[in-house]
C-alpha cells in the first residue's frame, strides 16, 4: 500500500515536471507573449498601488430631453484613432468609406480599454455601452484633465473636417439681380498629394512642417496681431507641377480650394469674392505674371494696384484660415517688387526641369521603380546637362508603364535629343518648304534673298548662302533656281562677271584676265 502511494506521488510529480516544461517550452517558442503577459502583470499591480478618479461620458444627455451628447461622439472619434486600439484586448471592426486601413476602422469593444497618454499623464477610455468612462490619476487630474478633453475635442474636429467631401469653387461672374458674386462648386477629387509630388525631399519636408505650423498657429498668429493666413508662389516653367502641387496642398490641409480668375472680376469683384470665401480654405490665382502684364503700360499698373487690394486690402483681414496660392509661368524679374514682397507672398517656391533625383522620384510613381540598370545611362544624360519637364517625363512613362526598360530607353532618347538640340541649334526643319513667306523666319529671309538676287545684288546671294538655303535638307528645286538666277546675271555683265559663293575676291573685268579666262573656259 505504502508502494502504490509513492508510485502514485511519482506520477503526480511527473506530471507536475511534464506541465512546467511545456510551460517552459511555449514561453522559450513564444518570447512576445510571454513578454505580454509580463507587462499585464507589471500593469495590474501598478493600478492596484494607485489611486484614480473616473470620469464618465454619457452618450445621451442626463437633463431627460434625449440630446445625443456632443462630446461622447468626439471621445468615440477619438478612441477610434488611437494606436493603442490595436493592442486592445477586444475591438470591433467596421468597414469604412475612408480609403486609409485597407478600407476598414477599429471601434473598441464593450467592457474593454484603449489607453492613451497625455503631457506626461497615463490615461485610459473603457467602454460600457452607452457611456465612455475616462480613468486619470488622482494627482494628476487637476493638471491633466481639462486640457486633455479640449485635445479630444480639437482632434476629433480635426478628423471630421478631414472626412468631408472637399469642393473645388471657380468664380463664373456676378449675379445680375443681387450684384453678389457667383460661385459655381464640384466635388474635388485631384488625387495628387504631398507624398506622390516629384521634388526635393528636403524642400518638401519644409513646406510640409510650414503647412503643420500653420495648422496650429492661431494661437500664434492671434498674439502677433496678425491674420492667420498664409500665402505661396509658386514660379516656374510651364509643365513642372505648380497645380498639381497646390492641390496636394489642399489635400494635406483639409481645404476647399477656390479657383480665382482675375481676367473675370474688377477690383470690386475681388473684394466681393474674398469675403464669399468660406474658413479653411485655399484661394488659388493662377497665371499672375500673364495677367499683370497684359495691356499696355497703364492697363498694368491697374492690374498691379487691383492686385495689391485683393493681397492685403482691409477685405482680406475678413478671413481667417486661409491660405493663398499664387502661380507664375516665369520668374520674378518682370513682376513689380511691390507684388511679391514678404507679408504679401510669404513662401517662394521655384519649381525647375526634372534633374536625376525628380526623376527618380517619378519612376518611382508611374512604374514601381527603385532602381534599374538603365539609370547611369539616365543620369548621364541628365548630367550632361539636358532637362525635362515633370509632365512631359510622366507622359512617356505613362505611355511606357507596361515595359519600364522601354520607358527609360524612351526617355534617355528623348535626354540626348533636348542636350543635342541645346548644344547645336539649327533652323528647324519644315517637309513642306516654300516661298510664300508663310513659313517660319528661315524660309521668308531665304525668300527675300532670292529676290534680291534675280535683281542682281551680290550681297543677297550671300544673304541667301548664310540663312541657309544651302544646307543639305534644302530642296533641290531651290538650288536650280539659284543657279538659274544667278547664270543669267553671269551673262548679262558679260565675261568676268561670275562672283564666288564663298569669300573669294571676284575677278576685276578691268584687267582683262577675267575675259581670257572665260575664254579658255
Known sequence: MLLGAMSGGGVVVAVAYAALAVVALRMALSYKSALYAVRRLWRWADEWAQAYQYHEVPRFACDGGGAENPLFRKAA?????????????????????????GGFSLQLGPGHTARDAFLGARLAWTNRGDVLVLRVRRHDRTRVLRPYLQHVESVADEMELRRRELRLFANT???????????????????????????????????????ENFLKGRAYYHRLGRVWRRSYLLYGPPGTGKSTFAAAMARFLGYDIYDVDLSRAGSDDLRALLLHTTPRSLILVEDLDRFLQGGGAGDAEARAARVLSFMDGVASCCGEE???????????????????RPGRLDVHIHFTLCDFEAFKALASNYLGLKDHKLYPQVEESFHGGARLSPAELGEIMLANRSSPSRALRNVITKLQHVSGAAAAPRPPHRRNTSWSGAGGPWEEQAARASADAADGG???????????????????????????????????????????????????????????????R
Open 77 to 101: 472619434q477619438y478612441v477610434a484613432a488611437l494606436p493603442s486600439l490595436e493592442d486592445a484586448d477586444a475591438a470591433s471592426v467596421l468597414s469604412s468609406a475612408s480609403r486609409t486601413n
Open 173 to 211: 461672374g456676378v449675379d445680375g439681380s443681387t450684384g453678389t458674386p457667383r460661385w459655381a462648386s464640384a466635388p474635388f477629387t485631384h488625387p495628387a498629394t504631398l507624398d506622390t509630388v516629384a521634388m526635393d525631399p528636403d524642400l518638401k519636408a519644409r513646406v510640409r512642417a510650414d503647412l
Open 322 to 340: 486661409r491660405v493663398m496660392v499664387f502661380t507664375m509661368r516665369g520668374g520674378k524679374e518682370g513682376v513689380d517688387a511691390a507684388v511679391v
Open 458 to 520: 551680290e550681297e543677297a546671294i550671300t544673304a541667301t548662302a548664310a540663312c541657309g538655303v544651302f544646307a543639305k535638307d534644302a530642296p533641290m528645286r531651290e538650288f536650280k533656281k539659284l543657279y538659274g538666277l544667278i547664270k543669267i546675271r553671269s551673262r548679262k555683265e558679260g565675261s568676268g562677271g561670275f562672283m564666288p559663293l564663298h569669300g573669294g575676291e571676284a575677278p576685276s573685268p578691268a584687267n582683262g584676265r577675267g575675259s581670257e579666262h572665260d575664254k579658255e
